[in-house]
């Protein structure tokens, strides 16, 4: 088979084989409309003979459609398929979105590509780069977007390989025949076994959603379709929700947060001062083995004098001791007993323990007034 129908023709649905071989895993057919797992685009689903195929797996004898059951079907017999279309053409959408997002990388600048990923809601493109500015990113994102709206046509077509290496194009093909190219006419010529959209406009939109650094390079991630709206709408009604919550105008919710933040970060300093006093109070009036009222960082300025405290927040108890390292080796006996966990170094230790707060500072007491 030179070339399968389910590349020659992308948007046939159904058709008519013969079975060239049944495997333990599943069927393999002389001709098939199933696309399987390959450059990034997962295999197709569908059916045969009303069985459903959950994958679709080049091997050398051709694409083997993965199936759970094979008993009833023999070598020789004609069989009827149909895909899973929906399935199918949204990962057609996602294809042609990522040649066309790598097109404008390398078009607009010279960003290589160096693996891709098409998911259900994302699809993501690996770059030669170590940083890209965001800039860029929305520069590439407003040409695909603007190519998408003007509806190109994208068309496959076989070159020889010294005609497909003329072409100059921005990944060299790897297969040293026939090369397949697919072009996104005025957009992208690359050198694809995929399946694609015909038009541009099919993809309907996409949307940069972030970047992160993998194995020193730029990961980008993309949403595409339907997922890209609902995102631009999302962040629109964000933007709006922050806003209303924050009486500020669009041009204003940055700042409007930012003075939160700061707001927010002035409070829990003057919270902290506050406790640092009352434990500064509670450890001149008490002690030195005592249930603290504020959480047990806030003694942490004091350690060096010889005490030993506890908090319960949130439900867990929370210890701190400042003496020795005598005293902490004698501290260590009681952790068993009384479920204690953390550590530290000289003067200061923290931890939890799983018990109530009395018993253990009755325990320490004892252990105190033993060594005394
Ligand atoms: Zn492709």
Redesign the pocket.
Known sequence: MSTYTYLAQPYRRELDSIIKAVRPDGLVLEDTVFHPEG?G?PGDRGWINGQPVSDTRMTDVGPVHIMADVSGFSVGDAVSMSIDWQWRHHFMKA??A??MIAGCLYSLAGIGVLSIHLGEDVLTIETDQASIPLEVLHRVEDAVNKAIHEDHVVRAYELSHEDALALGLRRPPKVDGLTRI?EVEGVDR?A?????VASTAEVGEVGFLSSEKIRSHVRTIWLYGEAATRRRHEERQLASDIGALLSAPFEGVYGAVECLVEESKAQKAALRAKDELIAQLALSLQGPVFESAVPVDAYVKLAGSRFFTVHVEEGRLRWLLSGSEDDFKRLKDLYGHFGMKGGGRTPLWQGSANCDADALLGAVRVLWEEVE
């Open positions: 450059g685009q294809h042609t990522e040649h697919v690359i694809c076994g995929g399946v694609h």
